[in-house]
Structure formats: C-alpha cells, structure tokens
C-alpha cells in the first residue's frame, strides 16, 4: 500500500505516465491547480507548496530507490512542487489581468527546468529524492527572479 500511495503522489496522480512530455503536463496541470484556489487563499497556497516540496522529496525518492533508476521521468512531483514555488515567489499575480505573467511563468520555469543552467545541473547529484526536486525548485526561483525583476523595471 505503501509502494502504491507513493506512485501516485510521485506521479501527481498518475499526469507522470502520460506518454509525451510529463513534466510539461505536470507544470501546466499544477498551474491549473494553483489557479483552482481564490487569491485570498495566499498563504494556504505558500503552505501548500511546502507540502509539495516536503512530501516530494520523500515519494520521488522511494520511487527512485523502487525503480533503481536516477530520477525516473514518471516522477514528477518535483515539477509540480517547482511550478508551485515559481508561483508562491509571485505574489500578486492573478490568472485575470495577469495572463502573460502567468505564461511567463510557465515558459520561464520550463525552461530552466529542461536547460538547467548552473548550479541547476549540479543540484541532480544531491542523493535520494532531494537530488531529482532540487534542481525543480531552483529552476522555480529562477523563474520568478527574472518575472519579478521584469515587474521591478517596468
């Protein structure tokens, strides 16, 4: 019961077996999801993606022991925990007037994610489960660091 439940959170409820692209999925079905809950909800979000990150590490690990392979591409909690945290550093930003923010975000966070950019790439060899979400969560504040100093200058 243990292994299954850890398959399914690793896997976002399974968005990690789709066959093409699952951390792009992954991404835009936890942007759908954040965008689920009212604005006002702010800090449940924040707290929200504490969990992700937390509970993401521990499941993308047990996963990645289960299958004896390094950082397995059905995992991928660690994006959407990485969505999650690009968006909790981007505070303020609503789906309805802020659309091209919100692509930003996306776009920007996929990028870094699939380029990883150093010190992202260096992030992959940290051991167990922090070594396949860290480099997620890195990519994240990347993302909002450019979005924020963007919104800084204009």
Same mark, same amino acid.
């Given at each position: 019961?243990?292994?299954?439940?850890?398959? $399914?959170?690793?896997?976002?409820? *399974?968005?990690?077996?789709?066959?093409?692209?699952?951390?792009?999925?992954? %991404?835009?079905?936890? /942007?759908?999801?954040?965008?689920?809950?009212?604005? @006002?909800?702010? #800090?449940?979000?924040? !707290?929200?993606?504490? +969990?992700?990150? $937390?509970?993401?590490?521990?499941?993308?690990?047990? +996963? @990645?022991?289960?299958?004896? @392979?390094?950082?397995? %591409?059905?995992?991928? #909690?660690? @994006?959407?925990?990485?969505?999650? /945290?690009?968006?909790?550093?981007?505070?303020?930003?609503? *789906?309805?007037?802020?659309?091209?923010?919100? +692509? %930003?975000? *996306?776009? /920007?966070?996929?990028?870094?994610? #699939? %380029?990883? *950019?150093?010190? !992202?790439?260096? /992030?992959?060899?940290?051991?167990?489960?922090?070594? $396949?979400?860290?480099?997620?969560?890195?990519?994240? +504040?990347?993302?909002?660091?450019? $979005?924020?100093?963007?919104?800084? #200058?204009?």
């Amino acid at each position: 019961m243990k292994n299954r439940l850890s398959t $399914i959170i690793a896997t976002f409820f *399974f968005v990690g077996k789709v066959p093409v692209s699952p951390g792009t999925v992954a %991404s835009l079905v936890a /942007l759908a999801l954040w965008f689920c809950f009212p604005n @006002e909800w702010y #800090i449940w979000k924040a !707290i929200g993606t504490i +969990i992700l990150i $937390i509970v993401g590490v521990v499941t993308a690990g047990k +996963i @990645e022991k289960q299958k004896d @392979e390094k950082d397995p %591409s059905m995992v991928v #909690i660690d @994006e959407v925990a990485g969505m999650w /945290l690009t968006m909790t550093l981007l505070p303020g930003v609503h *789906f309805h007037g802020n659309v091209w923010m919100v +692509i %930003s975000a *996306f776009a /920007l966070f996929r990028f870094f994610d #699939i %380029s990883k *950019f150093p010190p !992202i790439n260096k /992030l992959e060899n940290l051991h167990g489960g922090w070594g $396949i979400v860290a480099d997620d969560l890195l990519a994240g +504040i990347y993302a909002a660091v450019f $979005i924020n100093v963007v919104r800084w #200058i204009i």
